[in-house]
Structure formats: C-alpha cells, structure tokens
C-alpha cells in the first residue's frame, strides 16, 4: 500500500461514480498542513493578546511616567519663581516675600536694613534657602507679631490623601480677574471621585481671602479625568501687587478636605 496510491470514489444520484487516486504523501502532506495552520493561528492568538497586553502595561508605565515628569516640573518652575525673587535687585519685593513666609528683613543697629543673605547660585541652594525659612516661620513668633500672626500649615500647608492628582495649576492676573486652571486625574480608578473646590488668594501678609468662581467651574465628578478652567474676581481688598499665591482645597462630596496646596505666584508685568 506504501507504494500504491489511494483510490477515493463518491457517487451522487443520477451521475456515475466518480473516482479520483492520490499519493499518501499527498494525503499526509495536507494533514500536516491543516496541523501547522491550526497551530499557526494558535500562536498569532497568543502574541497577539501578549502584545496587547504589553501595550496596555505601557500606556500604564507611560502615564505614570508622565504624572511624575509633571509633578517635577511643576516644583522645578516653583523653585525658579522662588530663585527668581530672591535674586531680585529690588529689596522691598524680597521684604514682601519674607513676610509673606512670615518672617522679617534683619535689621542693622542705626535701623536701616540689613545687606540680605548671599543669594543662592543655583535651584538647589534656593531649596534649602525655603526650607531654612519655612522652619524658621514655624518658630513661635515674637510677641511684637503676635497680633497678626496666622498658622503656616493654613496658608502654604499641604494635604494629600492620594485619592486625587492636581496636575499643571496655572493662573493668570489681569486687572481684577484670576484665571485658572489645571488638570484633575481620579487616582482611584475603580472608584469615581466626585467633591468641590475652594481657591483662595494667599497675600503676602498671610491673609487668605476666597474666591468666587463660577458656580460648576470647581465641582468635579471624574472616573479618570477631567481638565479644570475659570476665572474669579479678585475681592476688593486685595491688590495684585501683595498677593504671594493662590491654595487650592478640594473636599468630597461629605466635605472631607482630600487636597490642599498652595502655588506661588509670581508678577509677569
């Protein structure tokens, strides 16, 4: 049988039989055929799910990537504004920044102020410089400011829970009107984050005076995200020139406060 060929006959009515012979090897040349297409079309199933897969771990690495790359450069820009200021020619602006952080320009024995500190060359010394003042505005103040004194953690404090991310917080002042806006990712995806927001101007003195946005400018309900945008009046006992920041507070739905922070400011005109 090796050696002969295989003999296949079928028969539909009304028509003679009709036979056709074949070589095994032809026969088992298309088993192995119908085989390695099953198996092809196996492992393109397969690469293609890993492919997929992958794909989907990098769009994950990717935004994460992006949130840091993000978050960096939004303290890289705050310790340039902060650098920025303490390199100004100008000292009453310096004088106005250290009393913004609460404390006061050293002042020389005939009363006339003291030459400042050297200035810090680079980013890095400018970050040591605000954390040096930020303890230093944490020591019990004097009983001279006792009158005006107010609670740091309240004016440049943080709060974070995680539950949300602000990302990119921009403003601009023009005349009496705040424009504003960042981006609000839902770091809890599997739960929807739903709350409002409260913007607060922070002056140089440390007084904090509310804003009013739009009624829906600042009240989120976000599966993963959304991008915010406003703008507010300015209240009247505030002058552009004394404000140091704006904070940023936003709370659920129950009024739990999830985020908190404070953006300097920094004039541009």
């Known amino acids: 049988m090796s050696k002969g060929k295989i003999s296949l ?45 992958r794909a989907q771990d990098l769009r994950l ?28 020619s100008d000292p009453s602006e310096l004088s106005q920044l250290l009393a913004g952080m609460g404390l006061e320009m050293p002042v020389a024995k005939n009363g006339a ?34 009158k005006g004194s107010f609670d740091l953690a309240d004016v440049i404090g943080k709060v974070d829970l995680g539950q949300v991310g602000v990302e990119g917080f921009r403003a601009k002042i023009e005349g009496k ?5 960042f981006d609000l990712n839902n770091l809890l995806p599997q739960s929807p984050q739903a709350g409002n927001g409260q913007l607060f101007v922070v002056t140089r003195e440390g007084s904090l005076f509310p804003l009013e946005p739009g009624k829906d400018d600042l009240t989120f309900q976000i599966q993963r995200y959304k991008q915010v945008n ?35 400011y920094v004039q541009t005109q």
């Open 113 to 146: 102020q003291a030459q400042a500190q050297p200035q810090p060359k680079n980013a890095k010394e400018a970050k040591e410089a605000a954390k040096e003042a930020a303890k230093e505005a944490a020591k019990p103040a004097p009983a001279e400011r006792e």
């Open 177 to 181: 009107t705040v424009q504003f806006g």
């Open 61 to 88: 690495e990717k935004r994460d990537v992006d949130k840091r790359l993000s978050e960096t450069l939004l303290k890289l820009e705050r310790l340039q504004n902060l650098d920025q200021l303490i390199h100004s």
């Open 9 to 53: 006959i079928w028969f539909r009515d009304d028509e003679p039989a009709k036979r056709m012979r074949m070589h095994p090897a032809w026969l088992k040349a298309l088993t192995y055929l119908a085989v390695l297409l099953v198996l092809l079309a196996a492992g393109g199933s397969y690469a293609g799910y890993e492919f997929w897969r």
């Open 230 to 264: 406003g703008q507010a009046q300015l209240p009247a006992q505030v002058d552009r020139g004394g404000i140091f920041g704006l904070r940023l507070v936003l709370t659920t739905t129950s009024g739990k406060t999830i985020f908190s922070e404070t953006y300097p």
